[in-house]
């Protein structure tokens, strides 16, 4: 996950919080927070979104450097975040325009890999199952994903995914509003 504690530590100084405010903010230690700007332990999914929350931003913004207003992105140029921990690629799929309303991005989960724990967040969610399998649990309830399966739900409900299979999943994943 390239260059993601520098980030972190660049919006949270541009913010004005100190380490302590922003681990009560998201919820973990401040040692934690400090270990991840250093780069020395690779947050799951579902913990570095609750930090970004508490910087009031998405999580996106901590891989990029600025905001454009591309209308198009070429494969080559997307935005990639890899979280070794949750054995998660990401690539944005959506250009980085200013009051965007929703998100897009390729999901990449390998065998094992997943969310890490529930998460939620305002707003709604679709996805598509391009390759492997994907278990998704949403409200409680979990759901066993194929090739060519689609979701749809509310982001309000606490929600995790998981990769119980021997291939990488792929899946398009949508978000109302942007939370990426």
Not at 38 to 59: E, F, H, Q, W, Y
Not at 63 to 90: C, L
Not at 155 to 171: C, L, Y
């Amino acid at each position: 996950m390239a260059h993601v504690g520098l980030k972190l530590r660049e919006l949270r100084k541009m913010k004005h919080l100190s380490l302590k405010e922003l681990a009560q903010r998201a919820g973990c230690s401040s040692s934690y927070l400090s270990m991840i700007e250093n780069d020395k332990i690779d947050p799951g999914i579902s913990r570095l979104k609750k930090i970004a929350d508490g910087l009031d931003v998405t999580l996106v913004d901590l891989f990029q450097n600025s905001p454009n207003d591309k209308v198009v992105i070429r494969k080559y140029e997307r935005i990639q975040g890899e979280f070794r921990g949750s054995k998660t690629k990401i690539q944005i799929l959506v250009p980085q325009i200013s009051g965007k309303q929703m998100d897009a991005r390729l999901a990449i989960v390998s065998p094992g890999g997943g969310s890490e724990g529930d998460y939620r967040h305002p707003g709604e969610e679709f996805g598509l199952v391009l390759a492997g399998s994907l278990k998704l649990t949403v409200g409680g309830t979990t759901y066993q994903l194929a090739k060519d399966d689609s979701f749809y739900f509310s982001s309000t409900q606490n929600h995790s995914f998981e990769n119980t299979g021997d291939e990488d999943a792929v899946v398009v994943w949508v978000n109302h509003p942007a939370s990426w």
